[in-house]
């Protein structure tokens, strides 16, 4: 059986560019109620089975816009923690680990946080759990990092290729999977 991932990222946050935010909870920019109406407005073609969301109130404020009030919470939906960098500007950062996981973010994890891969392991799980469950369609309110992971894992793209034209804020994406 074919089951439909519709992936939504939250839409612009107020913080400055340059700046490790993964796991916060920060606050969304003043353009919100225009980029979730357009957001809601691409999502009214599907019917939805099930909708899931990142615990962090970017995630859960955006579906609750687009009238999805009481999702299944799922941490397996948050961004990539970046640990000690959490709200730190790059420039910033004096971890001498820094350097070695811009060589290698795919297997190198920010001090006190997760790698690219560890991310991808979590969202693998919980697509696991999600076929088994059978659904015909599904919702993820979630971030940036999953709808990368997504196009790795699910549509072939290398994370350099995925990274290079990163999902913009807003962006709904759908995947079949089997």
Same mark, same amino acid.
Request: aromatic share 8%.
């Given at each position: *059986?074919? #089951? !439909? ?7 612009? /946050? ?25 957001? !809601? ?18 995630? =859960? ?14 941490? =397996? ?7 000690? %960098?959490? *709200? ?8 001498? =680990?820094?350097?070695? %996981? ?5 297997? /190198? ?7 690219? *891969? ?12 999600? !076929? ?22 699910? =549509?072939? #793209? ?21």
């Amino acid at each position: *059986m074919t #089951m !439909k991932i519709v992936l939504i990222r939250h839409t612009s /946050v107020n913080v400055a560019r340059g700046i490790c935010y993964g796991h916060s909870d920060v606050d969304l920019a003043s353009s919100f109620p225009e980029e979730a109406a357009a957001v !809601k407005s691409a999502l009214s073609a599907y019917k939805f089975d099930k909708v899931y969301c990142s615990p962090l109130s970017r995630c =859960r404020r955006l579906a609750a816009a687009c009238g999805h009030e009481s999702p299944v919470i799922d941490s =397996r939906l948050l961004e990539m923690n970046f640990g000690e %960098w959490e *709200m730190m500007r790059y420039d910033d950062i004096t971890d001498p =680990r820094l350097q070695e %996981w811009f060589d290698d973010y795919i297997n /190198v994890a920010p001090t006190g946080g997760e790698s690219f *891969m560890n991310q991808q392991a979590r969202f693998l799980n919980l697509l696991e759990e999600l !076929k088994e469950k059978g659904d015909n369609c599904v919702a993820l309110f979630t971030h940036c990092g999953i709808l990368v992971q997504a196009l790795v894992t699910l =549509r072939g #793209m290398t994370p350099q290729e995925a990274f290079a034209n990163p999902p913009a804020y807003g962006t709904v994406m759908e995947i079949n999977i089997d």
